[in-house]
């Protein structure tokens, strides 16, 4: 199963939720926002509880999120390396760019698939890992990662 999230900001993903037509729609599940759902997939649903989310991350083989901090650490925590797919604003997907400053934060210090360009995500689906265990919890790395991205030269300095 590959689970697929946007998130619950309100601008639509349709950049993303289009290029899921080049998977098996019956392998998707998909968690698609204030759009039209995707045509075809297994299961889809515009919003879920964060429960269901949990248990989707879970069970699933590959994850394909939007760049929300949330979302990334529950699939790092699940032992997935997602596929990370930054909303933009010049696209009106978001109100800013920090998807985009984030995700080029995260992705030199490896743990995610930054995936720029939706016309390649059948290659990285086909390129995804997951461990065989979720990480024991050491996200030191990560964390430090999107501190240094929200505090720039700050992130040297106590907390």
Do not use: K
């Not at 697929?4 to 098996?24: E, M, N």
């Not at 760049?67 to 930054?86: D, N």
Request: charged share 20%; glycine share 8%.
């Amino acid at each position: 199963m590959i689970f697929v999230t946007v998130g619950t900001h309100q601008q639509p993903f349709d950049r993303l939720l289009g290029a899921l037509g080049a998977l098996d729609p019956g392998e998707l599940v998909v968690q698609y926002g204030p759009a039209e759902p995707p045509p075809g997939v297994a299961r889809a649903e515009p919003y879920m509880p964060f429960e269901r989310v949990l248990a989707h991350l879970r069970e699933a083989e590959t994850v394909i999120t939007h760049a929300g901090v949330g979302s990334i650490l529950c699939a790092r925590r699940e032992g997935h390396v997602p596929i990370v797919v930054p909303r933009r604003h010049d696209l009106g997907e978001h109100v800013d760019d920090h998807q985009a400053e984030l995700t080029r934060a995260l992705e030199p210090h490896g743990g995610i698939v930054a995936l720029w360009d939706v016309a390649e995500l059948t290659a990285a689906v086909a390129r995804s890992t997951r461990a065989a265990e979720p990480p024991s919890g050491d996200t030191a790395s990560l964390r430090a990662s999107v501190r240094a991205a929200l505090l720039g030269d700050q992130a040297s300095s106590p907390a």
